[in-house]
């Protein structure tokens, strides 16, 4: 018997160093127990999360060009990387409507602000400035211009991924233009590059569950759960309607793909908690971007579909901002016609576009929606500051699983998706690797490598021709 009682207690140790899941998911679960019994020294975690978070955000530059520009070069066709582009801003635009549309009708129906019975003058407008450190979100036009680099070395020095997507796709352009004869080192070099940046990222993610645990018992001993009773209704409301968001988008790419959701989410169940855990879905950009090309997305759909994601395709905390704008109209007495309604969603369509990066953006987003109504003062935005931080678990969740199907229905859209490979890897009938080359370097620059016969066939048929076999 005690051998019996060994031998369990080796495999459980061994299955608690090798499953990340598992780490993430204990590390989850101390953060909360110390969190709650000592606040004071739950608040003093917070470094180890932010520091994790620094180290991901450090390799997400380098790795988006080497994706984007290798991706661009493999498939051998500008044209078709800027449908890509197209497709994809027609699918983030689509789902971030109905994000707002539902969280608008959500909010109407059950009211979570209804009774409250605030005075606005009772409110300090000054913990907003501070939450938000006086900063505003970009216009149209100053967004459009900071989304194109001055500097080469200055868009990876300031991370900004639209500015790192710019350049990649003039580096792409051009390597396709002089062709392999011309420059034959640089896609492997590229290639390479984006190998170490993959093995780096493998060292950093073995801190997740540090990270994690920090994050965890900030949150917890930082704000406690006596928000739980005081916006209760607001954060059951917000929660629900992001997982019926999330029911609809497991709709569509059923529709779209065949594929299953709920299987893609087992397949990336530590991804998840992972973002969970952190309040951060750049924390596994990374690990995402190798899982989706591990599950049939060509590499130029993933290297450019979800990183714009990350800046126009914010569906979970469009969610946030429709409810939480009838929250606070709610709550100081204000009963908002349709029209204003109707405003608050066109406000919101241009608004989430710019938040990414942006400190405190969702209250600047709320802010300045309140200014468009006109019959909401900019004070009563605070009434959010004591339940922001709870929500960002269903924001980072609906974000990025929306980032994620859209990679994915983008690339059927376009025919860069091998839904075979897709369906083998999310059953556990291959590994959740990333895909190595593709094939020599020194093929020209557009021509296919040469694909074995017992291979199936990549979902992107020939143009001009039919699609014969069922995916």
Known sequence: MPHATGTLTRRAGRFLRTSLFTQVLLALVLGVLVGRLWPEAGSSLQPLGDGFVRLIKAMIAPLVFCVVVAGITKAGDLKAFGRIGVKALIWFEVAT???LVVGLLAGNVFAPGAGMHVDPASLDKGAVDAKTGGGQLPSTAQFVLESLPNSAVGAFAENSLLQVLVLACLVGAALLHLGQKKVPHILPMIEQAQDVVFTIVGYIMKLAPLAVFGATAHLVGEYGLGAMSTYGKLIAVCYGVALV???LLGLALKAVTGLSLWKF???????????LGTGSSETVMPRMMQKL????CRDDAVGLVLPTGYSFNLDGASIYLSIGTLFIAQAIGVDLSLGQQITV??????TSKGMAGVPGSAFLALSATASALGVIPAAAVALLLG????????RVATNLLGNCVAVFVVSRWEGALDRVTAKAVMNGELPAAA???DGPADLPAGDPPPAAADEPAADHPAEGSVATREK
């Open 97 to 99: 409507s109905i994000a």
């Open 245 to 247: 968001f999330v029911v």
């Open 265 to 275: 989410v087992r397949y990336t169940r530590e991804e998840l908690l992972l973002a």
């Open 293 to 296: 090309r591990a599950a049939g």
């Open 345 to 350: 969603v066109l406000v919101l369509m241009l």
């Open 387 to 394: 339940v922001d931080r709870i929500m960002d678990s269903m």
């Open 435 to 437: 895909p190595q080359s």
